[in-house]
């Protein structure tokens, strides 16, 4: 996970070369724990998480605490599951290991665990997307020869062929969320290369 994540001015997250992004869904809420600087340690917003073949970003509507912007890469999210609790609303809990900058021991960063509610509308084109994806990108990691050690590379994920997995999308009428069937800022030329930078690793 890492923390504030470059940003275009409309909110959306500045992609990495090869990275394609999948959906936006917005009216979550997205709480994450073992953030340093954050009130008792925990993270709690509504805003909308941007999911794609590297990661999954969850941009605040407002800052919290400095705080706009969370990045997790999918390589490094593990134990997901999809809960429907009786007097609550659907969501998504999991653990997501810290981006360790080059120069930093892994020990000195925590594994955080996230949770991510669907507030408003239904998550049927979310959830099937999310865990279809996700597997992929394990399944194609594997191929590719890297085990899911932490200090395994997350801009490798970039290689996961997602096309096919969006042209046959099911799509709930109940689920806000907006599949791309084009990249949502073409006009831009600007990728980022390195996941590394020492001002948004946590």
Do not use: W
Request: aromatic residues 10%.
């Amino acid at each position: 996970m890492a923390l504030n994540p470059q940003l275009f001015p409309n909110g959306m997250p500045v992609p990495f070369m090869n990275e394609i992004f999948v959906l936006a869904r917005d009216g979550v809420e997205f709480e994450v724990d073992k953030i340093p600087g954050a009130h008792g340690g925990k993270f709690k917003a509504k805003g909308t998480i941007y999911l794609s073949n590297i990661r999954m970003v969850f941009v605040a509507n407002k800052p919290v605490e400095n705080i706009i912007a969370f990045d997790m890469p999918m390589l490094y999210v593990h134990d997901e599951k999809f809960n429907q609790p009786i007097f609550h609303c659907n969501n998504i809990s999991g653990l997501v290991e810290p981006v360790v900058p080059e120069n930093q021991h892994r020990a000195l960063y925590s594994t955080h665990s996230f949770k991510i509610l669907f507030k408003e509308g239904g998550c049927g084109t979310f959830v099937p997307l999310f865990f279809n994806l996700i597997t992929s990108v394990r399944r194609y990691s594997e191929l590719a020869g890297s085990g899911p050690e932490p200090r395994v590379d997350p801009l490798q994920a970039a290689q996961t062929p997602v096309d096919e997995m969006m042209r046959h999308a099911y799509v709930d009428p109940n689920d806000p969320t907006r599949i791309f069937l084009q990249q949502p800022t073409p006009e831009s030329q600007l990728r980022r290369r390195n996941y590394h930078s020492v001002e948004d690793s946590i």
